[in-house]
């Protein structure tokens, strides 16, 4: 089982990113998905959510209009697409089943920093 985040880097503010997470191991169709972070010295947070079949999103008020989670089931893949970037946004990226709804879920992977600045 294995979760592989990437697609972070630098960006200028009000700038956009689009971060991947690949899955294997499982089988992703079956289950939500979420996105987190977790910026230097505060607790992890949920970002976005997206059900199994993609027909249902949910979003962190922080984000709400400026990110979109999708995923490609055929790819098992998920993505969050971010625009209107802010230097708040800083954070390591990380992608997981949602565990609000599974009693099952990997272990965390690496993730992906974001760094938002000037």
């Known amino acids: 089982v294995q979760l592989v985040e990437s697609g972070g880097g630098l960006v200028q503010p009000g700038g956009s990113l689009r971060l991947s997470c690949a899955a294997s191991?499982?089988?992703?169709?079956?289950?939500?998905m979420s996105w987190h972070r977790q910026a230097p010295g505060k607790e992890r947070e949920l970002v976005a959510a997206?059900?199994?079949?993609?027909?249902?999103?949910d979003y962190a008020d922080s984000v709400k209009g400026r990110f979109t989670i999708s995923r490609d089931n055929i790819k098992n893949t998920m993505y969050l697409q971010m625009n209107s970037l802010e230097p708040e946004d800083t954070a390591v990226y990380y992608c997981?089943?949602?565990?609000?709804?599974?009693?099952?879920?990997?272990?965390w992977g690496q993730g992906t920093q974001v760094t938002v600045s000037s």
């Open positions: 997981n089943v949602d565990r609000r709804k599974h009693r099952w879920y990997p272990n």
């Open positions: 191991g499982f089988t992703f169709r079956s289950y939500a």
């Open positions: 997206i059900t199994s079949t993609g027909g249902s999103t």
